[in-house]
């Protein structure tokens, strides 16, 4: 068993058994014959393993090879990024498309909030839920005239008026109609507003209500008097 | 102009490794067109995956199992390789008494040929002394007494062999083979 580890230079054996080995072998004729046969024998057959030759120019062929194998891998790779490119190239337009597609579509109509945005709204009206829907539709912080009953408010929105964004009610009951147009006193000068003689234009009569010396109401109403838009006035059944 | 990291790596390694490689790879086929094959896609392979050589002192050992692997690859979609069969030969723990006389190379790869791989490879890596006995181990993934067992059956086939006459016609038909492709 040792013989068989005991490759000569191998360094496979410890030291001490390569020792006890040598020690055996110089003492055992028999034993010592056997071992130079079979590393003689060893000897010979790896001599003969070893003794293959090279053919001509086989480094150059390898490193040809190699350039070759580089060049191939660097195309594939071209190739593959070109493809992955592509891919991508495809996947970003059909996305592109898709979100122009669904953006462009009309939208289905929602019935509840047109219903809650206006008939819901002119059928209960107050005074403050009026002016949170000028917040909400316009992003806007007003005032609403506390003079008015608000049962007879039938719409509302933004004029414009000098350039300027002036939030507007239309009030009706009957033969009376009146519009009242918020004007504060960040875009217009007041004072002058509040001194101005009362006007007749177009068939309106115009009238100027205070409640905050921040804003003015201008009113323009059609009818004998103001009267029956007015909250001590009871809403018609 | 200097050759980029990786490619100087890999040259360095084939002047390094070529010959040894070669010799590995003509023992194991038996064919110098093959072995010149097996060795240049053997380095086309380490190049690819340079990055597995943690231990440069351990290129030769890393080399050599590239080149087994690809070897391996190709015996599988060959399947008209002649084979003796080692079952009738034992462990030979007594070698014969007769002493060897030299080795005729080509005689050598006759009798390399005859082996399976399995008995092969270990025996081609002894006889090149170049690899311990747990080197060959490693590179076969296989127990070290199994390598033992193995070389112990491979060395008394080619002893036996080599101590056979050879027939002239058989010599000229290894020297044919050893052109031949896989």
């Given at each position: ?15 001490s ?30 001599q ?37 490119a ?14 122009t ?7 289905p ?12 709204r ?14 909400e539709?316009?992003?806007?912080n ?35 109609e ?60 | ?5 990786k ?76 084979r ?7 462990d ?82 290894g ?8």
């Amino acid at each position: 068993m040792l013989l068989e580890f005991a490759r000569p230079r191998s360094g496979e054996l410890p030291p001490s058994d390569a020792d006890a080995l040598e020690s055996h072998l110089a003492g055992c004729i028999e034993c010592d014959a056997q071992a130079r046969a079979d590393r003689a024998a060893d000897a010979r057959i790896a001599q003969a393993m070893r003794a293959v030759s090279l053919p001509a120019g086989l480094r150059d062929r390898i490193l040809d090879r190699l350039a070759t194998e580089q060049t191939n891998q660097q195309s594939r790779r071209l190739a593959w990024t070109a493809r992955l490119a592509v891919a991508a190239a495809v996947v970003l337009l059909a996305v592109g498309f898709g979100i122009t597609w669904f953006g462009s579509r009309p939208q289905p109509l929602d019935l509840e909030q047109l219903h809650a945005q206006g008939f819901a709204r002119s059928t209960s009206p107050q005074r403050e839920k009026v002016e949170g829907w000028f917040k909400e539709d316009f992003n806007l912080n007003t005032v609403a005239p506390s003079a008015f009953n608000y049962a007879y408010l039938k719409d509302f929105g933004l004029a414009s008026c000098q350039g300027q964004r002036v939030p507007s009610m239309y009030f009706a009951r009957g033969e009376t109609e009146a519009h009242v147009y918020v004007i504060s006193k960040d875009q217009f000068d007041l004072k002058a507003l509040s001194e101005s003689e009362p006007i007749e234009s177009g068939g309106f009569h115009v009238e100027v209500h205070r409640d905050d010396p921040d804003h003015a109401f201008v009113v323009f109403y059609k009818g004998d008097s103001l009267r029956p838009l007015l909250s001590a006035e009871e809403p018609a059944q | 102009m200097s050759l980029p990291g990786k490619q100087r790596t890999v040259q360095r390694l084939v002047d390094e490794h070529y010959t040894a490689l070669y010799r590995y790879a003509y023992r194991l086929s038996g064919s110098g067109a093959d072995a010149e094959d097996l060795t240049q896609e053997a380095f086309c392979k380490a190049h690819l995956n340079l990055t597995q050589l943690r231990e440069p002192d351990r290129a030769k050992a890393w080399l050599f199992s590239i080149l087994r692997n690809v070897y391996l690859h190709r015996l599988r979609t060959d399947r008209n390789e002649r084979r003796v069969s080692l079952d009738g030969i034992g462990d030979v723990t007594v070698p014969s008494p007769e002493p060897l006389p030299p080795v005729d190379p080509e005689q050598l790869q006759l009798a390399l040929d005859e082996l399976p791989e399995m008995f092969r490879t270990p025996v081609i890596l002894y006889y090149f002394e170049d690899f311990s006995y747990r080197d060959i181990a490693e590179q076969m993934d296989l127990p070290l007494g199994t390598v033992m067992s193995r070389l112990a059956r491979a060395k008394a086939h080619l002893r036996e062999r080599l101590l056979q006459p050879i027939s002239p016609a058989l010599l000229a038909d290894g020297r044919r083979r050893a052109t031949d492709g896989l």
